[in-house]
Structure formats: C-alpha cells, structure tokens
C-alpha cells in the first residue's frame, strides 16, 4: 500500500531518508507553482472525478472520488522489488540488476532520466487551454485524469534524480520545471513537445500518437538493469494504458459521429460534411499525418551509437526484451534500416545494435496500426468508401535517414517544389485548424450533453452514468 500519511504519498518508505525527504520537500513548492502556473488553466477550485493510485498491486490500485486537482495526491511508486531480478541484455547480463547507479553510467542514465522526464511536464503545458473548449464534462474528467498523471510521471522521474544522482539530479529536477513547451529560449528537449496541441481533435491523436511513444520508450526502461528505473516505469506504465484509451476513443468517437451525418444526410464532399458542423475524414487523415511524423521522430535517428550504447551497457532494452528469444547481447544479429539513395527509398541490413531506434520504432508502427483499423471498421459499418491510413515512414521525417529528403505519404521522392506544392493535402493547413476550432469555440458542460462533432462514449469513467457530474464547477 502507499503511505499517504507522509506529505509526499510513497511506497519507498520516505521516511526514513531524512535527506531526501527534504530534498523532494523542497522540490513540491516548486511543484506546485509550476503547476498553478503551467497546468489546466482556470481549473483549480473544480472538483474533479479522479482516479488516484493507493496501491501498486495490478488489482484494484485506484480509487475514485472528487478531488481538486491542486490537492492531488502527487507521490511516487515504484512496482515492488523482485530480489532475483538480473539484468537481462547486453554485457553485463545475468548480474544482478543494479539498486545503485553504475558508476560509469551515471551521466548516460541522468540524461535518459531527463528526456523522459521532460516530456512530462510538456504535455500538460501543451494541452492547458483545451478545458475551455471541452466537448463534454466526460472528456474535461478525461484530460484532466491525463494531466495530473503526467504530473506523477514528472515526480517519479524527479525521485529518480533525486534519489540517485545528488547534487546535479537535483539541478536536473529544476530545470525540469524551467523549460516550457515551445518557448524560443528554453524550450522542452524534444520537438513533438514543443509543437502546439490547439484543439480536441489534435488532444486526441496526440494522446494516440504521441502517449503511446512514452509506452514504447517506458517499455524500453523497464527492462533497464537499473532496478529503480524499471520499477518505476513498470507503474507508469499501468497509468499511460488510459491516455491512449483517451486518444484511441476520441478519435473513433468523432469518427463515429462524421460517418453518422454522413448516412443521415447522404452527403461525402468535405464541404457538405464541415456544413453540417462535424470533422471531414479528410481532415482527421490531415491530422494522422502530421502526429505520426512528428511522433516517429522521437524515436532518434534509424542507425545510432547512442541506441547501441544504451543496450550493450544494459540501461535501455527493447520492447518486450525478455520475451524475445535471442541471445539478448546482438553481437551478430543484423537488421533492416531505410535509406535514400539516389532519388530512390532503399532498404539495407545494418547491425542490429545500432538499428534499435529503428526496431523500436517498428514495433510502435505496429500497435499503432492496429488502432487506425478500429478507426476504419467503423467507417466500413457506415458503407462509406473512405479509408484511414498511416502516412509512409519517410513522410514529413526531421530526424534520421529519411531528414532532408521529400517523401510523399504513399513513400515517394520528390522534389522540394513537388513536396510544396501538395503539401495542404496532406498535412493540416491553417483553414484546417481554423475550421476544426470553430467547431469548439466553447465548452459544452451540461451534464450527459455531447459536443455535435464527437459521439458519446459507450460507458462512462468507473461504471458511472453518462449524464455523471464528472466535473463540478461549484
Ligand atoms: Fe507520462
Ligand atoms: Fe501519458
């Protein structure tokens, strides 16, 4: 159980580590400001119907109920130590996984710390005006769950730092509070962080897209051979599954509602369909586009040094790591990496440690396939034609082999003129947004009462009704 006796609710008995205990105490105050600052804006004397962690067991971890989200329990959990845990891949497999930080690795492992962490506090910053513009009390609930979560992910990675890492973790903890999303002079370290997320439709796909990235990468850091890292991604994780239940629903449900007033009014122009005041498909295809490129980015580049490094020296493994059956070290083992070569996509082996990037992001390309054939079952119930897909790997790449080359969305190269010059089909342009924004120029917070561009859910948060009063604005 967490011990939420403690003005910092843990599981890592806290309270016996004097130094440490200050140390966070010091950190909360600063916490808080950030986010009274940063977080949901207006939203701190709503009482709100939250899930909070009380346990750490599988079953039964959360408990519901009103909370204003100032007063959220934040606290830090890690997954219960397995004394026979070892590290599983790389050189040093089969020690004994590490309760302290491996001397040479420290600086490796703090900026590992520090990416995920960043990414955090990001999200919240980027989504903090979205309650003015709620398509139901229901979703406000939903995006609020996602904030103050990510808000504990932020302490579960400032614990780490502060824990492990002495003086400079402390320092790091800091300047996890100072950078904000998209600022010119301090901004957030990786770029699907700084981009705005202005509307519903983009909240949704980046819950999709993007929070299912920070499952792949906190999959990748539970199987670190640093114990406390991958004990507390493993509890991170549990938390990360309802994002992408926001992101994956949100998105069906406004697919749900377009193909409805598609049917009932015998209409296909997107033209007809922004007249009746719901999402063209077009437009949602618009929007895949652009938060899949951006979010395969995060993943580095396809052939990488650093990726082999971090995997050899056992601090960040590969997705489902020890239910693959390899020898867990890849010494010999190749694997595929795209590349363009003369106006020409081509694919070649290279060594598997230095395509881990590439790997990983394959297996993300994977799930989040999976979800884009949900979305389009519903289209085909609707007897519309139209079908949803993920845009080629190369399209609109910043980082790795495919940067600096024009790649269409069927995996063409181009010109740079050519790219131009469609690019407004494929990416969302400024009418696009300007459209899908009007559509949520105000917040609709009747209870059970839905924006008429989203379907409702089909069940409510914890078993309760639809017309639930999920947020209270007192
Ligand atoms: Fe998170
Ligand atoms: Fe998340």
Redesign the pocket.
Known sequence: MIDYIDKIPNNVDLGRDRVLQRALEHWQPAYMGWWYDMGPSESHALDVYLRTAISVEPDGWARFGYVKMPEYRWGIFLQPRDESRQVNFGTHKGQPAWQEVPGEYRSTLRRIIVTQGDT?PA?VEQQRMLGFSCPSLYDLRNIFQ?NV??GR?LWAMVYLLHRYFGRDGREEAEALLARRSGDADNPRILGAFNEPTPDWLAFFMF?FFT?RD?KYQLCALAESGFDPLARTCRFMLT??AH??FVGETGVSRIVQRTCEVMKENNIEDPSDVRAMGVIDLQTIQRYINFHFSVTIDLYGSDVSSNAANYYTSGLKGRFEETKISDDHVLAAAEYPVSEVIGGKIITKSVPALTALNERLRDDYIKEVEGGVGRWNRIIEKHGIPFRLRLPHKGFHRAIGNFAGHHITIDGEVVTGEQWKKAASEWLPSDADYAYVQSLMAGRVVEPGKFANWIAPPSRGINNQPLNFDYVRFN
């Open positions: 955090e999200s996602v979560e990510e992910h819950t929070d920070g938390e990360e994002h992408m």
